[in-house]
């Protein structure tokens, strides 16, 4: 399952993230800034990185069509087969 967090990189990401890769889900975590999770573990390796200035993109009106094309894209490249996996 692909799972989005928003504030992955935070408190809660930190320890999370780690556990649903582990269970075998692609994870996305989307942040404020490029900032490292509080304890490094190997499995952010294999997360798909965000960052986004949620502020702006809210009083704009993108930030929850921005999340719903992200788990939008991994639906379409799982029934391809095929994973992808970018930091930007």
Known sequence: MRIVIIG???HVGTYLVPRLVAAGHA???ISRGQR????PHAA???VLQIVADRDAEEAAGAFGQRVRDLIA???RT???GTAR???T
């Open 44 to 46: 952010w390796q294999s």
């Open 27 to 29: 994870v996305i975590a």
């Open 78 to 80: 799982e029934e391809r």
């Open 85 to 87: 996996r970018r930091h």
């Open 36 to 39: 490292e999770p509080y304890h």
């Open 8 to 10: 992955g990189s935070g």
């Open 73 to 75: 894209a991994g639906r």
